[in-house]
């Protein structure tokens, strides 16, 4: 079982930075992808932003160029740093890892509790 616990959310006027954070703990084989997804009110949530065990990143078209994610594999954390934020960034930002618990076993998806970031205009 892999927990997430998430932190970073808040208020924050257009055009500012933000950073989230998200930290696993728990049991795993591997982790084989960490990302963010948002869920705007009234809206499916999508994904944001995920990165690879082996480094490759990959970005919703309305982010890219102002989101960046990163991991930290000694953590077992990943980052979202935000920048050039939007009105319509204002989203639940949900931590997603994808991870096996054995070798044989498919990836599991695993989800953080969310955390709101809000931008104001």
Do not use: H
Not at 32 to 53: F, H, N, S
Not at 55 to 67: C, E, L
Not at 86 to 113: H, L, M
């Amino acid at each position: 079982q892999v927990q997430l616990v998430e932190s970073g959310g808040g208020l924050v006027q257009a055009g500012g930075s933000r950073r989230l954070s998200c930290a696993a703990s728990g049991t795993w084989y591997k982790i084989d992808v960490m990302g963010w997804y948002q869920q705007a009110p009234g809206k499916q949530r999508e994904l944001v932003a995920d990165i690879t065990d082996a480094g490759t990143t990959n970005y919703a078209d309305s982010v890219k160029g102002r989101f960046t994610v990163s991991r930290d594999k000694d953590k077992n954390a990943v980052y979202l740093q935000m920048n050039s934020l939007k009105p319509e960034d204002t989203a639940v930002y949900y931590c997603n890892v994808q991870a096996k618990s054995r070798s044989i076993f498919p990836s599991r998806n695993y989800w953080g509790q969310g955390t709101q970031v809000t931008v104001s205009s």
